[in-house]
């Protein structure tokens, strides 16, 4: 309690001298003081001790005990004692201040566990012993005594009985805030300056508490509309969390007031039809329109659509003469996994707007649940993310709308620290709870949390405590499992009714008035339900501004086509040299100037270029031609396996340089940036930076194929069906090392299998190339074709360094283009002699290609498959064509019960069919079916992989 910070304040004048004399006789013989001047030392830390002796001269040191004693050459001067009542007085008055700034600084620590936060009024706040005046040796007697703070809570003096009364509703009353935690002091003050006094109470005229108003009769209209002609729908309402719109208004009102031009909310179920029509103005009569079941998309639009709850949609507002673009995101039922997808779109917007340096323009808003934000590891993935260079949006507001329940949980078993809000605190976002039931308290955070985020560039914490009228939906019965809650909840009036019964109190808006403005928006929501009944939805806005000119996919035709992925040789080799070239006087590593020698030979050459290579002449035409790089992942900047070296790092000074940013002047910019330890939050984020540009290459890269399986919500819920259910696409390219080279379970696949299984209706694209020259032409289709389709490629690891997988600088050049089966290479028998067809994907090819030729065989083709979907037909037919009289295998790696083998197993057989007109089913060659993805025994895996590439050649 006796902080450094308490002691600095009392400090002053007098006070210093008198203490300083004191501290000097207690060090010497602790009897001598007053006993509450003798616990007040004994109590005080090194740091506060450090400023007495300061104050005491330079000639005072520590004790060895841990006190301090002056040295036995030079004791310290006394002063000439003061007559005994001028002492005593003294004493009294430094007393006072010390402990009444202690207990000052406790409040702001500790307030908040005393405030009056649960409307319910369940969950009492139970007496904290540091916010009780006796703890410090206050008495009755001591509380209308003047008491000389300095200035603080904005008094010189003021009685015991003032601070008190100062405090209780600065930090106990319908407001507890947590912002102690933070270490910027200059946060802490604008925090402190903006809390103490309590001036929610004064913050609103007439108006502005008629707008609250009108926001909760429109919040709770909707829903009781809903509730009269949906009774038996799942809606997941806001019934008991109204003040939630208010607060978003609120936020966004005040976003716009600082310049922000652009907002992105996501949010989960409770709440987000209230959200949907009342704040991002979707048409009720649209909404009403999707109860009744009709189509939410226009006939010229697929897709399977969503339920109800799951759908956004985006608007144009003005607010005060500003103009806002509001977004609201769809989202599954995965509750947070929104989270870093909105984050990630608002870093696109903001870099798209060239606000790179302060990120204020576009603005973050998340809605939460209390046990979600608790409970889902992918909020604090999205938390932690949130001051990284490569991930930082100026600050996300985040509002949780506490219902103090999760589903039937309750808080004891839904997360382990005092507040569902407490994970926040690892990023030291300062945290506001308040009583849901208290609007303009509600209101006045929303604005102090929106300006926090403008001033500060940081996430901020909202948390309305609240409840939740109804269950977990409209048609559960919460009452089996929360008797208590429920019997309190069905007597409460509702957040509006209180208010409008203030309101009325207060003679700002009489009774009449109020129930007026709730009859005029039953009204309007009455006409809007007649005419959701011949409801027709105007076109869909997902293919428009930034998605212009790009298409759906149609014909299946579509699925084969070449596209323009074919550059230039001049335009290539500039690429090469700038690879090759660092700035002088920049000390390179010894072992990468020998790889940028072999890229420049291999450049000048035009033979040998390696997948690195490759990948870069990819990233650095597309900035020749106006498109941004976007690539983030683990380790990303050097590479796994110390193949990409994209940033080169100064072995001196430890500077940075980026070659693929100095080609040429006007080119655009290459970011590559190294992310936290995280799939899920990053994958998200990378995804949702790839549906706000659909003119920048995005790529996330794996540590390791196998960890993508660490974000597989985002894979399954969005990067494969988004577009099917919410017609939003994406061009994001995610690369995932694999391949089966003895490093165990963990680090061979990356489940080809899993990709493949969610394939339909084109929805993405799965890949497994097997040459340099295809995987530059499939990275530049990514922006070449004039649509969108996620790309998940199974990208190699030892065939980075492998002497056979290279490809010409003619095959990156004129003429050239993406393959999508590599038919076979060698020259070997004349086809109708060739006995087997072995047919594969990825590095496999290359060892079954050594083993043919060490052994001289030349009537076994090899055929490579190098999109894996949209699966190839024509490609492939005309491939196996000429081979009539040969038998077909599928070769892999991987066990028969992974890889591609059961989804290429009826694909073949039909492409066979149409050879010959006859069944023809593909044999099996591979790995024994298999509970753990590889052997972890170096052995055991060379027998297999000899195995298995001895019986494909038929051996």
């Given at each position: 309690?006796?902080?450094?910070d308490?002691?600095?304040?009392?400090?002053?004048?007098?006070?210093?001298?008198?203490?300083?004399?004191?501290?000097?006789?207690?060090?010497?013989?602790?009897?001598?003081?007053?006993?509450?001047?003798?616990?007040?030392?004994?109590?005080?830390?090194?740091?506060?001790?450090?400023?007495?002796?300061?104050?005491?001269?330079?000639?005072?040191?520590?004790?060895?005990?841990?006190?301090?004693?002056?040295?036995?050459?030079?004791?310290?001067?006394?002063?000439?004692?003061?007559?005994?009542?001028?002492?005593?007085?003294?004493?009294?008055?430094?007393?006072?201040?010390?402990?009444?700034?202690?207990?000052?600084?406790?409040?702001?620590?500790?307030?908040?566990?005393?405030?009056?936060?649960?409307?319910?009024?369940?969950?009492?706040?139970?007496?904290?012993?540091?916010?009780d005046?006796a703890?410090?040796?206050?008495t009755?007697?001591?509380?209308?005594?003047?008491?000389?703070?300095?200035?603080?809570?904005?008094?010189?003096?003021?009685?015991l009985?003032?601070?008190?009364?100062?405090?209780?509703?600065?930090?106990?009353?319908?407001?507890?805030v947590?912002?102690?935690?933070?270490?910027?002091?200059?946060?802490?003050?604008?925090?402190?300056?903006?809390?103490?006094?309590?001036?929610?109470?004064?913050?609103?005229?007439?108006a502005?508490?008629?707008?609250?108003?009108?926001?909760?009769?429109?919040?709770?209209?909707?829903?009781?509309?809903?509730?009269?002609?949906?009774?038996?729908?799942?809606?997941?309402?806001?019934?008991?969390?109204?003040?939630?719109?208010?607060?978003?208004?609120?936020?966004?009102?005040?976003?716009?007031?600082?310049?922000?031009?652009?907002?992105?909310?996501?949010?989960?179920?409770?709440?987000?039809?209230?959200?949907?029509?009342?704040?991002?103005?979707?048409?009720?009569?649209?909404?009403?329109?999707?109860?009744?079941?009709?189509?939410?998309?226009?006939?010229?639009?697929?897709?399977?659509?969503?339920?109800?709850?799951?759908?956004?949609?985006?608007?144009?507002?003005?607010?005060?003469?500003?103009?806002?673009?509001?977004?609201?995101?769809?989202?599954?039922?995965?509750?947070?996994?929104?989270?870093?997808?909105?984050?990630?779109?608002?870093?696109?917007?903001?870099?798209?707007?060239?606000?790179?340096?302060?990120?204020?323009?576009?603005?973050?808003?998340?809605?939460?649940?209390?046990?979600?934000?608790?409970?889902?590891?992918?909020?604090y993935?999205?938390?932690?993310?949130?001051?990284?260079?490569?991930?930082?949006?100026?600050?996300?507001?985040?509002?949780?709308?506490?219902?103090?329940?999760?589903?039937?949980?309750?808080?004891?078993?839904a997360?382990?620290?005092?507040?569902?809000t407490?994970?926040?605190?690892?990023?030291?976002?300062?945290?506001?709870?308040?009583?849901?039931?208290?609007?303009?308290?509600?209101?006045?955070c929303?604005?102090?949390a929106?300006?926090?985020?403008?001033?500060?560039?940081t996430?901020?914490?909202?948390?309305?405590?609240?409840y939740?009228?109804?269950?977990?939906?409209?048609?559960?019965?919460?009452?089996?499992?929360?008797?208590?809650?429920?019997?309190?909840?069905?007597?409460?009036?509702?957040?509006?009714?209180?208010?409008?019964?203030?309101?009325?109190?207060?003679?700002?808006?009489?009774?009449?008035?109020?129930?007026?403005?709730?009859?005029?928006?039953?009204?309007?929501?009455?006409?809007?339900?007649?005419?959701?009944?011949?409801?027709?939805?105007?076109?869909?806005?997902?293919?428009?501004?930034?998605?212009?000119?790009?298409?759906?996919?149609?014909?299946?035709?579509?699925?084969?086509?070449?596209?323009?992925?074919?550059?230039?040789?001049?335009?290539?080799?500039?690429?090469?040299?700038?690879?090759?070239?660092?700035?002088?006087?920049?000390?390179?590593?010894?072992?990468?100037?020998r790889?940028?020698?072999?890229?420049?030979?291999?450049i000048?050459a035009?033979?040998?270029?390696?997948?690195?290579?490759?990948?870069?002449?990819?990233?650095?035409?597309?900035l020749?031609?106006?498109?941004?790089?976007?690539?983030?992942?683990?380790?990303?900047?050097?590479?796994?396996?110390?193949?990409?070296?994209?940033?080169?790092?100064?072995?001196?000074?430890?500077?940075?340089?980026v070659?693929?940013?100095?080609?040429?002047?006007?080119?655009?910019?290459?970011?590559?940036?190294?992310?936290?330890?995280?799939?899920?939050?990053?994958?998200?984020?990378?995804?949702?930076?790839s549906?706000?540009?659909?003119?920048?290459?995005?790529?996330?890269?794996?540590?390791?194929?196998?960890?993508?399986?660490?974000?597989?919500?985002?894979?399954?819920?969005?990067?494969?069906?988004?577009?099917?259910?919410?017609?939003?696409?994406?061009?994001?390219?995610?690369?995932?090392?694999?391949?089966?080279?003895?490093?165990?379970?963990e680090?061979?696949?990356?489940?080809?299998?899993?990709?493949?299984?969610?394939?339909?209706?084109?929805?993405?694209?799965?890949?497994?190339?097997?040459?340099?020259?295809?995987?530059?032409?499939?990275?530049?289709?990514?922006?070449?074709?004039?649509?969108?389709?996620?790309?998940?490629?199974?990208?190699?690891?030892?065939?980075?360094?492998?002497?056979?997988?290279?490809?010409s600088?003619?095959?990156?050049?004129?003429?050239?283009?993406?393959?999508?089966?590599?038919?076979?290479?060698?020259?070997?028998?004349?086809?109708?002699q060739?006995?087997?067809?072995?047919?594969?994907?990825?590095?496999?090819?290359?060892?079954?290609?050594?083993?043919?030729?060490?052994?001289?065989?030349?009537?076994?083709?090899?055929?490579?498959?190098?999109?894996?979907?949209p699966?190839?037909?024509?490609?492939?037919?005309?491939?196996?064509?000429?081979?009539?009289?040969?038998?077909?295998?599928?070769?892999?790696?991987?066990?028969?019960?992974?890889?591609?083998?059961?989804?290429?197993?009826?694909?073949?057989?039909?492409?066979?069919?149409?050879?010959?007109?006859?069944?023809?089913?593909?044999?099996?060659?591979?790995?024994?079916?298999?509970a753990?993805?590889?052997?972890?025994?170096?052995?055991?895996?060379?027998?297999?992989?000899?195995?298995?590439?001895?019986?494909?050649?038929?051996?």
């Amino acid at each position: 309690m006796a902080g450094v910070d308490i002691l600095a304040s009392a400090m002053t004048g007098a006070n210093a001298a008198f203490l300083a004399d004191l501290y000097a006789r207690w060090v010497e013989n602790p009897d001598s003081v007053d006993p509450s001047f003798a616990a007040l030392f004994e109590a005080l830390n090194d740091d506060a001790r450090a400023i007495l002796t300061d104050a005491m001269g330079a000639s005072w040191a520590p004790r060895p005990r841990g006190g301090f004693a002056p040295e036995p050459e030079a004791p310290v001067a006394r002063k000439a004692a003061a007559p005994e009542e001028a002492v005593e007085a003294q004493r009294q008055a430094v007393v006072d201040s010390i402990r009444a700034l202690m207990l000052i600084r406790s409040y702001r620590v500790r307030g908040h566990l005393e405030a009056r936060l649960d409307p319910l009024g369940l969950q009492q706040p139970k007496p904290h012993p540091e916010l009780d005046p006796a703890t410090y040796g206050f008495t009755e007697a001591d509380y209308d005594r003047p008491i000389y703070i300095d200035g603080v809570l904005g008094r010189e003096t003021a009685t015991l009985r003032e601070i008190m009364a100062i405090l209780r509703a600065s930090y106990c009353g319908p407001i507890g805030v947590e912002f102690m935690h933070i270490q910027d002091p200059e946060q802490k003050s604008w925090i402190q300056q903006r809390i103490e006094g309590a001036p929610w109470t004064r913050a609103f005229d007439a108006a502005a508490k008629r707008g609250i108003l009108q926001h909760l009769t429109e919040a709770e209209g909707f829903e009781a509309f809903c509730a009269r002609k949906y009774a038996t729908t799942k809606r997941f309402g806001l019934e008991g969390g109204e003040s939630t719109i208010p607060a978003l208004e609120e936020v966004i009102a005040q976003a716009a007031r600082d310049g922000v031009s652009e907002i992105a909310i996501g949010m989960a179920h409770r709440g987000r039809l209230n959200v949907l029509v009342n704040v991002v103005r979707k048409p009720f009569a649209q909404v009403f329109s999707e109860f009744a079941g009709v189509s939410t998309n226009p006939d010229d639009v697929q897709g399977s659509g969503d339920v109800k709850y799951h759908l956004g949609t985006s608007t144009d507002i003005e607010i005060e003469g500003r103009k806002v673009h509001l977004s609201l995101q769809p989202n599954p039922s995965h509750l947070e996994a929104v989270d870093p997808v909105v984050v990630g779109k608002v870093r696109a917007r903001q870099d798209m707007a060239g606000d790179t340096r302060t990120r204020r323009s576009v603005m973050a808003v998340l809605l939460h649940g209390d046990a979600a934000f608790a409970g889902q590891g992918v909020v604090y993935e999205t938390l932690a993310m949130s001051q990284l260079i490569g991930y930082r949006t100026g600050g996300t507001v985040h509002i949780v709308t506490n219902n103090q329940i999760g589903f039937t949980t309750v808080p004891a078993h839904a997360y382990s620290g005092l507040y569902s809000t407490d994970v926040a605190k690892s990023v030291q976002a300062p945290i506001l709870h308040v009583n849901g039931d208290d609007p303009e308290a509600v209101v006045f955070c929303a604005r102090l949390a929106a300006e926090f985020r403008h001033r500060f560039a940081t996430d901020v914490v909202l948390d309305i405590v609240c409840y939740r009228r109804h269950g977990h939906n409209e048609s559960d019965e919460p009452a089996f499992t929360q008797p208590i809650m429920y019997a309190r909840i069905r007597e409460m009036p509702t957040t509006r009714t209180l208010y409008a019964e203030r309101l009325a109190r207060e003679g700002v808006v009489p009774a009449e008035e109020s129930q007026a403005m709730l009859d005029a928006f039953t009204a309007e929501l009455e006409r809007a339900y007649q005419a959701a009944q011949g409801f027709k939805p105007n076109k869909a806005d997902w293919l428009e501004g930034h998605w212009t000119g790009l298409k759906a996919v149609g014909s299946a035709e579509e699925v084969e086509r070449l596209h323009g992925t074919a550059v230039d040789l001049a335009a290539l080799r500039e690429v090469g040299a700038a690879l090759t070239r660092v700035p002088e006087g920049f000390n390179v590593n010894p072992k990468i100037a020998r790889q940028l020698e072999a890229k420049r030979a291999a450049i000048e050459a035009g033979e040998g270029i390696d997948w690195a290579t490759a990948e870069a002449l990819a990233f650095g035409t597309l900035l020749l031609e106006g498109h941004r790089v976007r690539l983030s992942g683990e380790d990303v900047q050097r590479g796994t396996f110390s193949q990409r070296h994209a940033v080169l790092i100064d072995q001196v000074t430890q500077a940075e340089y980026v070659p693929l940013n100095n080609i040429r002047e006007g080119q655009k910019r290459f970011e590559c940036f190294n992310s936290l330890l995280s799939e899920f939050g990053v994958l998200g984020f990378e995804y949702g930076y790839s549906l706000a540009d659909p003119h920048t290459l995005v790529l996330w890269e794996a540590q390791f194929g196998d960890f993508a399986n660490g974000a597989q919500v985002i894979i399954d819920q969005f990067v494969a069906s988004a577009e099917t259910k919410w017609l939003r696409m994406s061009g994001l390219v995610m690369l995932l090392p694999h391949g089966y080279e003895g490093q165990g379970p963990e680090h061979s696949s990356a489940r080809l299998e899993r990709y493949l299984q969610l394939c339909a209706e084109r929805n993405m694209r799965v890949c497994n190339f097997s040459t340099p020259a295809n995987y530059f032409h499939g990275l530049r289709r990514q922006l070449k074709a004039n649509y969108r389709k996620p790309l998940v490629l199974m990208t190699p690891k030892s065939l980075l360094r492998h002497k056979l997988a290279v490809s010409s600088l003619a095959e990156f050049g004129p003429g050239s283009a993406f393959r999508y089966v590599i038919p076979e290479t060698d020259a070997l028998v004349p086809e109708e002699q060739v006995r087997r067809v072995v047919l594969c994907t990825g590095k496999v090819y290359y060892d079954l290609l050594a083993e043919r030729r060490e052994r001289g065989i030349r009537d076994v083709a090899l055929i490579r498959v190098e999109q894996l979907y949209p699966f190839p037909v024509n490609s492939l037919r005309a491939a196996l064509a000429p081979y009539r009289n040969a038998e077909v295998v599928w070769c892999q790696e991987e066990p028969e019960n992974m890889g591609a083998w059961t989804y290429m197993d009826r694909r073949l057989e039909r492409v066979l069919q149409t050879l010959d007109g006859t069944a023809k089913r593909p044999r099996y060659v591979g790995r024994e079916e298999a509970a753990s993805p590889a052997t972890g025994l170096a052995k055991v895996h060379q027998e297999q992989q000899q195995a298995l590439v001895r019986e494909a050649l038929g051996l």
